[in-house]
């Protein structure tokens, strides 16, 4: 018997955005495997020469698809790809295409979007809130849409570190409608140069856009039965379909990979700030839930007075440090070390008063010593360069590694508790009751076989076990030179972990 979730899916057509990303992805297998779903339509772009359908039929040989395609093995057929691009005027969709979506389409979950922290603000003003307008204006013509799900993020509104679910326009300096003006009159180049002007305390161009798009939905939505959904950071999934899956290295996968390679072993952390990580199957789940409460709810009251916004965090009771965090990765490395590695793993936690030094030290200086070496060896040099990049990047997270968010999800645990025991356990998003130790352990497990594509074997795990000996002699050294530094420099508060290190 179909759930109240699947009995909501069954034979509607749904149109997604986004739906290459990491979430998109997870979403279309739930939806193919789940639920009887007519069709998926989804807004696609021709990436490197390769054509829209080839995109979608390459999904058949990835290892995320294969519980699905052993269930139902014609089930991408349901996947029409539609063409288009979020840069291009009215998405870059043909007339036919948009007809074809009007007449048909009754669910709409809107997720495309930049997620780089440094993007170019006309960039993403365009892909996250010009298209956001659009894809609103798309969707007010849709004869049968029922449910529309805006995929947003927790921390669209982090100028706060107490977030509520509700809109906060306060924030913004200008409204939505202005900055959209203001980018058909101005060049590109303008845009960019007045980044730090507009923004104003937002840290970074994606959480600035990604408030403005909020903005868009609460000026623009009108009768719309739509919802936002904001999920914290998205990270591997928990168990389903398979364990510790992903497809990307954004956000704390960055570091995980970084580290594990040896290449990252200063972070500026905050160890005891809390991590906002939600995994990826958890985030599909609460989406799909999300679009059947908001089509019920549209059903039985009509219009609300503003759209409902659900948060997927961790709760009060259960949450983790970047410490804790930190030293998952630690002992992942000592238990299933990866066999390509720079240097032996060793992360060290800092603030931002000692991050130059420590950067300088166990970063910068061998950097220069190994591109010499690769130079002498006539091979290209790339570690200083790789070096300057990847201090930026920790400098554009620092808001986050440095400052604890505390999320307000009581929307999104009252929707848990009206969805039936059978929906709960079928597409469960239950943050209290989820386990970290469980949930980081398969991460990195997956993180192994999915993002490094190292095998977990006897010889493989040998052969990383023997070379990790031979460099965890080599970081006694630099790590005695620093600590030596520091002590002469300042006070120095030392908590060691494996090797995972918390200097402040």
Known sequence: MDTGIQGFFKNKTVFLTGGSGLLGKVLIEKLLRTTDVKRIYTLTRPKRGVSVEDRISAWEKERFF??????????????????????????????????????????VIHGAATVRFDEALHLALAINVRATRMMIQLAKQMTQLVSFVHVSTAFSNCVKTDIEERFYPEYLKDTSDKILALGEILSNETIDNLTTSLIGPFPNTYTYTKALAEDVILREAGDLPLCVFRPAIIM????????????????????????????????????????????????????LACAWHTGENSKREGKAEKPTIYTLGATKDNQINYGRFVGSIYEHCDRIPLDQ?????????????????????????????????????????????????????????????????????????????????????????????????????????????????????????????????????QIKGPSLQFYGLVGLSSRLRLVATGQVYHLS
Request: aromatic letters at 10%; charged letters at 25%.
């Open 66 to 107: 294969k519980v699905l395609l052993k269930a139902r093995p014609q089930a991408l057929k349901r996947i029409s790809p539609i063409a288009g691009d979020c840069l291009e005027p009215d998405l870059g969709i043909s007339e036919s295409d948009r007809s074809l979506l009007v007449s048909n389409v009754q669910v």
């Open 236 to 287: 591997t999934t928990y168990n389903d379909p398979i364990v510790g899956w992903t497809d990307n290295l954004n956000g704390p996968l960055a570091l995980i990979y970084g580290s594990a390679r040896g290449v990252v072993r200063v972070v500026l952390v905050d160890p005891k700030c809390k991590i906002s990580i939600v995994p990826a199957d958890l985030s599909g789940n609460a989406a």
């Open 341 to 473: 590695v720079l240097w032996y793993p060793i992360i060290l936690c800092i603030s931002p008063r000692l991050f130059p030094l420590a950067a300088l030290i166990f970063h910068t200086i061998p950097g220069y010593f190994l591109d010499a070496l690769l130079v002498l060896m006539g091979r290209k040099p790339f570690l200083t360069k790789l070096y300057k990049k990847i201090h930026k990047n920790i400098f554009n997270l620092r808001h986050f590694t440095t400052n604890s968010f505390n999320f307000v999800t009581k929307n999104t645990c009252n929707l848990f508790e009206e969805m039936s025991e059978q929906d709960r356990r079928l597409y469960n998003f239950d943050m209290e009751r989820l386990d970290w130790t469980e949930y980081l352990n398969g991460s990195m497990d997956g993180f192994r076989e999915y993002v490094a594509k190292e095998p977990t074997t006897k010889e493989s795990l040998a052969k990383a076990r023997k070379l990790g000996k031979r460099f965890f002699l």
